[in-house]
T-cell receptor, first 112, second 114 residues
């Protein structure tokens, strides 16, 4: 099973709201990733967690706050977002020493 | 140095034809080259991947050709079907100094017509 699940599928939030995106995998993967994807563009890496510790932050604004509560779960906390943050947010996972990353279906975020 | 250049941006192929998408890179530290297929509103799905010590890999109708000296690789879709209509991304992986990062190409929108 190579399934990564993400909730919610769609999210609309105002610029003053606080919301969270959730990602879950049960493949025993120890690396998890957050990507942002704009229409007709490739995914852009935001964060990488390795063994539940943040290993890469691609200079993402602090209004995005990742959290890895355990090896199966990854959250992305959102606060005071801007309309330009509207995008598809993708979660992915991989075995730590392997290269294949498996993506979830994404959360379509709209900031109004 | 970190870029992966992908072409064409869009491609229309007749059903049963061969679809060819090309990618080129500069960073010789890349050590793994996957292709992802993405349908509208879905996440990218890993399609096929190759390591630089192999010149060709085939899985069903999908083949990757890899030219290490030219730093180029390509995806060939044989007997293209309308269900193959999607956006295809090539990517390149860099370890450990790259921290398990994938660098994606810009994407190719493939349309297979009847």
């Amino acid at each position: 099973d190579t399934e990564v699940t993400q909730t919610p599928k769609h999210l609309v939030m105002g610029m003053t709201n606080k919301k969270s995106l959730k990602c879950e995998q049960h493949m025993g993967h120890r690396a998890m990733y957050w990507y942002k994807q704009k229409a007709k563009k490739p995914p852009e890496l935001m964060f990488v967690y390795s063994y539940e510790k943040l290993s890469i932050n691609e200079s993402v604004p602090s209004r995005f706050s990742p959290e890895c509560p355990n090896s199966s779960l990854l959250n992305l906390h959102l606060h005071a977002l801007q309309p330009e943050d509207s995008a598809l947010y993708l979660c992915a996972s991989s075995q730590e020493q392997r290269y294949e990353q498996y993506f979830g279906p994404g959360t379509r975020l709209t900031v109004t | 140095q970190q870029q992966v250049k992908q072409s064409p941006q869009s491609l229309i192929v007749q059903k049963g034809g061969i679809s060819i998408i090309n990618c080129a890179y500069e960073n010789t530290a890349f050590d793994y080259f996957p292709w992802y297929q993405q349908f509208p509103g879905k996440g990218p799905a890993l399609l096929i991947a190759i390591r630089p010590d192999v010149s060709e890999k085939k899985e069903g109708r999908f083949t990757i050709s890899f030219n290490k000296s030219a730093k180029q690789f390509s995806l060939h879709i044989m007997d293209s079907q309308p269900g193959d209509s999607a956006t295809y991304f090539c990517a390149a992986h860099q370890t450990p100094g790259g921290g398990n990062k994938l660098t994606f190409g810009t994407g190719t929108q493939l349309k297979v017509e009847l």
